[in-house]
């Protein structure tokens, strides 16, 4: 079991910059596939950004490329998503996911969810 804990989330004007961090116990994270997710109200939760058990590789959605970073620190068991010039399309519940066999957007190859951190942004 994998349990994972989000935060960083929060209010910021349209263009700012926020820095999630996804905090994990149970096991180590370095054998997982890590991936955020976003849920914005009355639509279906959408795939962000994954990165590789070795933080080699990196995926984005298009939505977030060139804007978002995904990282992750396998001694601290930590992922983080790093979210630059922020739009108010970016404004969800984002969820830190992992996943111990292969895929990397579809939210259905993820075992063990965090309970999401809101992401407002204004305009």
């Known amino acids: 079991q994998v349990q994972l804990v989000e935060s960083g989330g929060g209010l910021v004007q349209a263009g700012g910059s926020l820095r999630l961090s996804c905090a994990a116990s149970g096991r180590p994270l370095s054998s997982y596939i890590m991936g955020w997710f976003r849920q914005a109200p009355g639509v279906e939760r959408e795939f962000v950004a994954a990165?590789?058990?070795?933080?080699?590789?990196?995926f984005y959605a298009d939505s977030v490329k060139a804007r978002f970073t995904i990282s992750r620190d396998n001694a601290k068991n930590m992922v983080y998503l790093q979210m630059n010039s922020l739009k108010p399309e970016d404004t969800a519940v984002y969820y830190c996911a992992a996943n111990y066999r292969t895929g990397y957007t579809r939210d259905g190859d993820y075992s063990y969810w965090g309970q999401g951190t809101q992401v407002t942004v204004s305009s």
């Open positions: 990165i590789t058990p070795s933080g080699g590789s990196t």
